[in-house]
Nanobody
Framework: QVQLVESGGGWVQTGGSLRLSCAASGRALSLNVCGWYRQTPGKQRELVASISSGGRTSYADSVKGRFTISRDNANNTMYLRMNSLKPEDTAVYYC????????WGQGTQVTVSS
C-alpha cells in the first residue's frame, strides 16, 4: 500500500518561508517522477514543481526562483522549499508520485497573509 504523508504547511506572512515534506512508503520516489501540485477553491489543480527519476527539476513560472524541490532518496522523502511567499501562493499543496499510475498525498494547507 502506497502512502504519501505531507507535513510542513501552515500560516506565514508575505515574504516568509515554509518547507513542505512528503514522506513516502510503499513506492520509491527515486524511481518515478514526483512533485507538488496546489489547488485553491474554484480553480484547477496547478503543477508547482516536479523532479524526475534522474533528478531533473521543473517549475511553474509563478514559482521559479522562489521554490526549490528536492528529494532525499535514502529516506524516500521529497521536499518543497518555498521562499518569498506571496498571498497568491495560498492553497492546499499535494505531493504526488508517478505518471501512468499516480499516488497522492492528503494535502497540506499553506496560507500566506498580506
Amino acid at each position: 500500500q502506497v502512502q504519501l504523508v505531507e507535513s510542513g504547511g501552515g500560516w506565514v506572512q508575505t515574504g516568509g518561508s515554509l518547507r513542505l515534506s512528503c514522506a513516502a512508503s510503499g513506492r520509491a520516489l527515486s524511481l518515478n517522477v514526483c512533485g507538488w501540485y496546489r489547488q485553491t477553491p474554484g480553480k484547477q489543480r496547478e503543477l508547482v514543481a516536479s523532479i524526475s527519476s534522474g533528478g531533473r527539476t521543473s517549475y511553474a513560472d509563478s514559482v521559479k526562483g522562489r521554490f526549490t524541490i528536492s528529494r532525499d532518496n535514502a529516506n524516500n522523502t521529497m521536499y518543497l522549499r518555498m521562499n518569498s511567499l506571496k498571498p497568491e501562493d495560498t492553497a492546499v499543496y499535494y505531493c504526488y508520485v508517478g505518471s501512468m499510475r499516480v499516488d497522492w498525498g492528503q494535502g497540506t494547507q499553506v496560507t500566506v497573509s498580506s
